[in-house]
């Protein structure tokens, strides 16, 4: 009966779940989300090893990673991650890769602090920006959620055109558990379109940042919403700590 689904929070990546049954009772319509994220799972425990993958790996996947890391270091800028991931899906804008090696390093460091496992992902920071490396680990989870994002991109892309217009946005979301309402809708179109709202429509890295900020905020703002009405009294601080990781160069 809750509205925020499940409650599984971000431990899932999609994985195409039929449209929840609508909510009277949330002001969102169908809550805060179906469990269904786009997020990276809590991962623990360690590898040995510089270039240790974790157990199941494909051998596709370990190939696709040998060959990012041009200089076998065991870990891979975010260059070398667009390069793969271009490579698999045609085309990652350099912004999305940003925010996806923001979003799982970030998990990985909140859930191993002390990095127990070889090569994990590092932070260094140099002329006061941020640079992040990948290891094995964020890669193939990485990898893995890309792989359900791309069932969820597919299933809606009625007209097969390879692109995802207003309309199959606002049914991929709410088969995710988000119905975001047009005039949103349109704002998230413009904004991953190069401003083009209007018969705009969301490659796959734009659909896959797009669904991700829409995921993240909602969970931030929740977090706020304690009775779970639809409202929360946010203070200038609290606002621009949810809105600013979002933010991504």
């Known amino acids: 009966s809750s509205p925020y689904g499940n409650g599984q929070g971000y431990g899932h990546a999609p994985s195409a779940p039929p449209a929840p049954t609508p909510s009277s009772s949330s002001p969102y319509g169908y809550g805060y989300g179906h469990g269904q994220g786009g997020y990276p799972p809590p991962m623990g ?3 040995g090893g510089a270039v240790a993958f974790p157990p199941g790996t494909h051998p596709d996947v370990e190939r696709a990673f040998r060959a990012a890391d041009r200089d076998g270091s065991g870990s891979i800028d975010e260059g070398e991650l667009q390069a793969a991931l271009s490579d698999a ?4 804008s350099i912004r999305t890769v940003r925010l996806l090696m923001f979003l799982f390093s970030d998990a990985q460091l ?3 602090p002390r990095s127990r ?6 932070r260094l920071y140099t002329h006061n920006k941020i640079c992040i490396s990948f290891g094995p680990t964020e890669f193939v989870t990485l990898w893995n959620c890309l792989g359900q994002w791309r069932v969820v991109f597919d299933r809606y892309d009625r007209d097969r055109s390879g692109k995802i217009d207003s309309d199959e946005l606002r049914e ?3 088969g995710l558990g988000y119905a975001v309402p047009p005039s949103v809708i349109d704002l998230l179109i413009a904004n991953y379109n190069n401003g083009v709202s209007h018969r705009g429509a969301l490659d796959f890295d734009n659909f896959v940042e797009c669904g991700m900020v829409v995921k993240g905020l909602t969970e931030k703002f929740k977090e ?5 009405t639809g409202s929360a009294a946010l203070t ?9 990781p979002f933010i991504v160069p």
């Open 110 to 112: 909140a859930s191993s």
């Open 236 to 244: 200038y601080d609290g606002f621009l700590s949810m809105v600013v």
């Open 224 to 228: 706020n919403d304690t009775r779970y």
């Open 117 to 122: 496992m070889g090569k994990q992902s590092t």
């Open 89 to 92: 899906h045609h085309r990652f």
């Open 45 to 47: 425990g360690g590898f």
């Open 172 to 174: 991929a979301l709410r």
